[in-house]
């Protein structure tokens, strides 16, 4: 998510006489991405120095490892920075705690960022600065729409759509594009297909004022192809499985907070 979602702001931010480090443990990942973006890779977090904002891309359950390896460290610039933590399921409260410092950001982006269709909810505590939010949400808007959210509960509501939703359009696309190659297509042309398909859809909805129920509607003729498909969904509950499967993900990302508290 990182390299989906920095370069821009990074690339902002330099320009502006910004400094970056990036660490990962094994290195590699981060010699690659210092090299793709100007800046400098780290071996060793003792490395950091008069640091002003700390991004966190780790997975959610490497937090203890790396707040410990920061807190050791005992530098005051780690206990006035702002914290910007892609963290799924983690609270601010959590990130305050683990590094002593009351300003974080959260930003639940998703991998569509990475060609520029993303979408990042961000949600900050109240002690962080204007400017490094409008910078951040001008270097996000290159990776497509930022949404700020009044309330840090919304975060976690929209993680099971917007950061998980494009794994859930994938699944329904690797349905489809099997299927069609099952009928003699081949994967490249069937994987174009449905893919261009979706997209035309989403393009539809985003330029229409319509609902996406009329949109469906529009496609529909009573006893055509479109319909007979459609009476298959609704007697299979595909309404009930999505619903299902939204309130797992939910339930998921609570229990995922819990552990972390
Ligand atoms: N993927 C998504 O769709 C998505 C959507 C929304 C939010 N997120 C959030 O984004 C975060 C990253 O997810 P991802 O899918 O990008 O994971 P990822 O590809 O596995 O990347 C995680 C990175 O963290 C580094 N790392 C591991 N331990 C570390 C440590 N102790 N200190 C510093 N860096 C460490 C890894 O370094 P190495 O390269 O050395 O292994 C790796 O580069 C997660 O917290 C997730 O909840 C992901």
């Not at 931010?13 to 990962?24: N, V």
């Not at 490497?62 to 707040?67: A, C, G, T």
């Not at 797992?248 to 972390?260: F, V």
């Amino acid at each position: 998510m990182v390299s989906a979602l920095l370069p821009p702001f990074i690339k902002d931010r330099l320009a502006c006489g910004d400094k970056f480090y990036i660490y990962t443990p094994s290195g590699n990942s981060a010699l690659l991405f210092a090299k793709e973006n100007g800046i400098n890779s780290i071996t060793h977090l003792s490395e950091i120095d008069n640091v002003d904002t700390i991004w966190l891309g780790m997975k959610p359950q490497q937090l203890l490892d790396v707040s410990t390896v920061i807190n050791a460290l005992n530098l005051d610039c780690t206990k006035t920075a702002t914290y910007v933590s892609l963290l799924a399921g983690v609270s601010s409260a959590t990130i305050s705690e683990s590094f002593l410092s009351s300003k974080v950001i959260r930003v639940m982006p998703n991998t569509p960022s990475k060609v520029g269709f993303g979408v990042s909810a961000i949600w900050s505590t109240p002690t962080v600065t204007n400017e490094l939010l409008d910078s951040l949400e001008i270097g996000l808007s290159q990776t497509g729409k930022s949404f700020i959210l009044n309330d840090e509960s919304d975060i976690d509501t929209i993680t099971p759509y917007s950061g998980s939703g494009p794994a859930y359009f994938f699944e329904i696309a690797r349905h489809m594009s099997n299927d069609l190659s099952k009928r003699g297509f081949s994967p490249d042309v069937s994987k174009e297909v449905i893919a261009l398909t979706m997209k035309g859809a989403a393009e539809m909805m985003l330029q229409s004022s319509e609902s996406s129920q009329t949109l469906r509607d529009n496609v529909t003729s009573k006893g055509g192809v479109t319909f007979e498909a459609l009476k298959v969904f609704e007697e299979k509950g595909l309404g009930i499985i999505i619903e299902e499967a939204l309130k797992a993900a939910h339930k998921r990302t609570m229990e995922l907070k819990g552990d972390k508290k």
